[in-house]
């Protein structure tokens, strides 16, 4: 409430006392402490009295001023505060609300303290500042003051407001910092003060609000950096900062918010690049983030958000190529200028061609001065990879092209692994990554290549434009099927691509000359005469290699099936001796693998003959026979040996469990010379039978049960040893397991 003070005279009080006229009927006269006060009608009053009214029209006091000299100092403070503090009294008088409780005024209407949770008077035509009152509503949970005329700081009183999951200030005219009193409302889900005047920073206290869902600070002129506290909003699923000044880098604890479904960042200064974690918010359907200086590539984690339908990131300094994965983003309705809020934009940057055939009518006007030398970007993923250079670059010094891989582990082949410093045009490299990295190349194409080749194997790269291997088979000096490229294991590839090395096996010493005009990019359709061959699928974690037997290879065809050398710290490798991949009859199968167990997919297409088998054994003796298709897991040892035989052993034979100790399942291995009724049971220490796995007749031959730590009644067993016997009508073996919970 506000008081006013209504005076009248003749004397010279009228120059002192503003609005006196020279007449008994006198207008309202304005406390000239504060602004907006309501004007009053005519007040007819005594000459020399001073009327002091409320809001509502009712007088508080009133004296006679007469006594009071003006230009006495102490009268003249007497009278400034006594109605001051007349208005301090009235200021916080509480109103009774229509429920018969107490209340508070707000905006000419009475409001329960006690009974109003929410208040939405959105597009209600409020001017003026948001009372300090407000405050008093303590049991809000629900504050809805949007589409006004609101002006003037936010009170600091908001912050009384401790039940608020609701804020929502957007489209006034509101100024200052946002007060930090809203960052103790630690309950709220909903903070919306887009379209304002605001300035200052957003705090680091923006992280205490760890249940909002959305956080619109857009259309205000917020500055400085975005906080890294804003990582700790792990719920939030609107988070919008366009068309402020905001300036740095995108922290990186943004790229944790798995459940962000709308990012807004456009219209800022903001610098550095996209970076590939972009690609861990799988649940985007918005990205918004044009009209900043964002520089480097489009990373290729981009094609993760297959749920965006909206992707603006025009009008930035986007640089490099555009990854082919942006075409997985099959959401998205793209266009050559920003018309609408749903399309997705990709002009007035710097990238280069060639473009994905998906946008490539969507690109826009792009600055391709930096283009004319060529720019291409290759994917490597952590772990050694073979490559090369795809452009002919200015610095082909590999720390300065590959900052992310580990130092001293560039080599070259020749004949031996030599260490490297520097890249050459032709020329294949291991490396060793120590992170995922998209390497974008700057420098001139490379259209024709001559590339010197030993007898043997060689490392080598190819052109700036991919072609089908299919062209290099055409060459005399290379062995067919012997171009391989290395992805944790070799493998045979479709296409040779900028940027990647492949192995490659010359027939004699010689020189291939690689042009870009006359190869195709068009894979050919292998011709795979081992399809009827048997196969072994060598298996360890997510590592697989595929070897063939049981096929006679003519002698001339032999180095078809060779594989490249391997090299020390290669994750997996299995090979037959002589570094092949196919047998005929019988050969030692070499191992590299880092877990304990390999797995051993088998499919015999060939029968080994009658009264004859294949056989598979490891280096410690243990014995497989390899029948029509199955699965075997067993410990990983260094070599195995493969043969057909005619003869299998003479005697029963039981072997050790694997794996010992287990909690989970083990396998138990066991051989038949002649048909039988086996039975396999579970016995404890003292001789308790704990369970039987197998009473039944089988064939002769090699055979193996699973036991689960399960006894007759499928409960548990307790952790210990116990013993797992084999018998039959005449004989009988038993050895020990433990198990272990």
């Known amino acids: 409430m506000d008081v006013h003070v209504i005076g009248v005279g003749k004397d010279q009080y009228n120059e002192y006392l503003d609005q006196m006229v020279e007449s008994r009927i006198l207008p309202w006269t304005e406390d000239s402490q504060s602004e907006f006060y309501p004007v009053w009608t005519e007040w007819e009053a005594s000459q020399r009295d001073v009327y002091f009214l409320n809001r509502n029209g009712i007088v508080d006091t009133t004296f006679n001023i007469t006594p009071y000299d003006p230009n006495n100092p102490e009268d003249y403070s007497y009278i400034i505060d006594l109605i001051l503090d007349l208005r301090n009294d009235t200021w916080n008088q509480n109103c009774t609300a229509e429920d018969g409780t107490e209340g508070v005024e707000l905006w000419s209407e009475c409001y329960s303290i006690e009974n109003t949770d929410s208040l939405d008077l959105s597009e209600s035509g409020l001017t003026g500042e948001i009372p300090p009152e407000i405050g008093n509503l303590i049991n809000l949970t629900f504050l809805e003051l949007s589409q006004n005329q609101l002006t003037g700081a936010i009170p600091t009183e908001i912050g009384n407001l401790i039940n608020l999951k609701w804020l929502s200030l957007w489209e006034n005219q509101l100024t200052g910092n946002i007060s930090e009193s809203i960052w103790d409302l630690v309950l709220l889900e909903n903070l919306d003060l887009e379209d304002n005047q605001l300035t200052g920073s957003i705090p680091p206290e923006i992280g205490n609000l760890t249940n909002l869902t959305g956080l619109l600070l857009s259309y205000n002129e917020l500055t400085e950096v975005i906080p890294p506290e804003i990582g700790n909003l792990t719920n939030l699923y609107w988070l919008t900062l366009s068309y402020n000044q905001l300036t740095g880098e995108i922290p990186p604890e943004i790229w944790n918010l798995t459940n962000l479904h709308a990012l807004y960042l456009s219209n800022n200064q903001l610098i550095g690049s996209i970076p590939s974690e972009i690609g861990n918010l799988t649940n985007l359907e918005r990205v918004v983030m044009n009209s900043n200086q964002f520089t480097g590539s489009i990373p290729l984690e981009i094609g993760n958000l297959t749920n965006l339908n909206r992707l603006k990131i025009h009008t930035n300094q986007l640089t490099g190529s555009i990854p ?3 075409c997985n983003l099959s959401n998205l309705t793209w266009s050559l200028e920003d018309s609408s809020n749903s399309v997705s934009t990709l002009y007035a940057n710097q990238l280069c061609p060639p473009y994905p055939e998906c946008i490539e009518e969507y690109i826009g006007d792009q600055d391709t001065a930096n283009c004319e030398q060529g720019s291409i970007s290759a994917y490597y993923q952590s772990g050694w990879k073979i490559l090369g250079l795809p452009l002919e670059v200015e610095n082909a010094n590999y720390q300065s092209l590959f900052p992310n891989a580990q130092s001293g ?73 012997t171009i391989y490229g290395l992805d944790i294991v070799y493998y045979s590839p479709e ?30 359709e292998p011709i795979n005469p081992l399809s009827n061959a048997n196969t ?12 063939f037997f049981g096929m006679e290879i003519p002698q001339g065809e032999k180095f078809s099936y060779s594989l490249p050398p391997t090299f020390p710290q290669m994750a997996f490798d299995a090979r037959f001796t002589d570094d092949m991949k196919v047998i005929a009859e019988s050969g030692e199968i070499v191992i590299l693998n880092q877990f304990e167990t390999l797995t051993v997919a088998y499919d015999i297409k060939i029968e080994s003959g009658e009264h004859m088998s294949w056989v598979l054994t490891s280096e410690s003796g243990y014995q497989f026979v390899l029948e029509d298709t199955g699965e075997i897991t067993i410990p990983s040892e260094d070599s195995y040996t493969l043969d057909r035989v005619s003869q299998l052993p003479k005697t029963f034979s039981l072997n050790q469990n694997f794996p010992n100790p287990f909690n989970n399942n083990t396998s138990i291995h066991y051989y038949l010379p002649v048909n039988a009724h086996v039975r396999i049971q579970i016995i404890s220490l003292t001789g308790t039978l704990i369970n039987t796995l197998i009473n039944k007749s089988q064939i002769s031959g090699f055979h193996h049960v699973e036991w689960n730590g399960m006894d007759l009644n499928a409960n548990t067993v307790s952790s210990g040893v116990y013993i797992y016997k084999f018998s039959t009508d005449d004989h009988s073996l038993t050895r020990k397991c433990i198990f272990l919970k």
């Open 324 to 326: 082919d994965t942006i």
């Open 409 to 481: 582990t560039l080599y070259s082949f020749d004949g031996t692994y030599q260490s490297e410093q520097y890249l050459e045009l032709g020329t294949g490299y291991l490396l060793k990554f120590t992170s995922d990295d998209l390497v974008s190349f700057t420098g001139a194409p490379i259209n024709e290549l001559t590339i010197s080749l030993s007898e043997g194997w060689n490392l080598f790269s190819g052109l700036t434009t991919s072609f089908s291997p299919g062209e290099l088979y055409s060459e005399d000096i290379i062995q067919n099927g």
């Open 495 to 524: 296409s040779i691509d900028p940027g990647m090395g492949y192995w490659i096996r010359a027939i004699q010493d010689g020189e291939i000359t690689l042009f870009s005009n006359s190869l195709s990019i068009k894979s050919l």
């Open 536 to 547: 072994l699928v060598l298996s360890s974690g997510p590592y697989s290699t595929k070897l």
